[in-house]
């Protein structure tokens, strides 16, 4: 690693707030493509969309169960390794929070919100519909619990601490920008600072938009159907869009504000 103590230059367009002009406005474009489809033609969105992942679901399944897999393993063997004392930040930087902290925003902002719902949901769809043999039988109650373990277990942790692992080193180790370009100069070089770098970036933001958007929609239908049976207030889409706008603010002045706000504490 050597070769990255000395940071090339990024080339990328920015403008004077440093906002990389090719990521946003193609990220922008990408939203508002799929979000207008949606509403102009939500049945053929929701078609197409589901005979799309259908259909990687069937091709590609065992990739990703093996990968998940791959993935556990190769963070595993970094851990308890010797690279697994390598810091993630500055040679004598010192955590922000303790290890219970951490571990405990992680959580909350990993799965809590999909833990809620699908901790009962999941197991009782893959029970009665699980994805290879008859429903309702104890096999399918066998498989049912493999899989929710799959999903909400080490395996997904394994995936979060390697994008974690690779991101923390690159921006504060290396100096490097935050974003997923950074991880792949081992491989490309300085291309990732130009046409290349900026695909990865848009993928890797869309990816993030419709996977947190996933989540909010979970969140917010099981609020809507929770405030309707406390407080009478209707389900529907006026509520929805309410609820909505409720998270997306919430969500927007903690990012803002940063992970340090109510949790001085837990300072290790």
Do not use: C
């Not at 556990?72 to 851990?79: E, G, K, M, Q, S």
């Amino acid at each position: 690693m050597s070769g990255l103590e000395t940071e090339p230059v990024d080339t990328g367009a920015r403008d004077g707030t440093g906002l990389k002009r090719p990521v946003f406005y193609g990220s922008v474009a990408g939203v508002l493509a799929v979000a207008l489809w949606a509403m102009v033609s939500p049945t053929s969105a929701a078609d197409t969309i589901g005979s799309l992942v259908g259909w990687t679901s069937e091709w590609f399944g065992w990739f990703y169960i093996g990968f998940a897999t791959a993935v556990l393993v190769f963070v595993l063997i970094i851990a308890f390794s010797r690279y697994g004392r390598v810091k993630l930040g500055p040679e004598h930087s010192t955590p922000q929070f303790s290890t219970f902290a951490w571990a405990s925003m992680l959580f909350a902002a990993g799965i809590g919100t999909d833990l809620m719902f699908f901790a009962v949901a999941e197991p009782v769809t893959q029970y009665l519909a699980p994805p290879v043999g008859e429903g309702e039988t104890v096999q399918a109650a066998r498989e049912a619990t493999v899989w929710t373990l799959f999903h909400y277990g080490v395996n997904g942790w394994g995936m979060y601490a390697l994008m974690g692992m690779a991101l923390a080193y690159f921006a504060y180790r290396m100096n490097m920008p935050l974003a997923i370009r950074s991880v792949l100069y081992p491989i490309f070089g300085r291309r990732v600072h130009g046409a290349l770098g900026d695909a990865v970036d848009i993928a890797a933001v869309l990816g993030t938009i419709f996977g947190v958007a996933t989540s909010l929609g979970i969140g917010v239908v099981q609020l809507n159907y929770g405030l309707d049976v406390l407080f009478g207030i209707p389900e529907g889409r006026a509520a929805q869009i309410g609820l909505i706008a409720l998270a997306v603010a919430v969500a927007t002045v903690s990012a803002v504000s940063g992970v340090d706000r109510g949790s001085s504490g837990s300072r290790s």
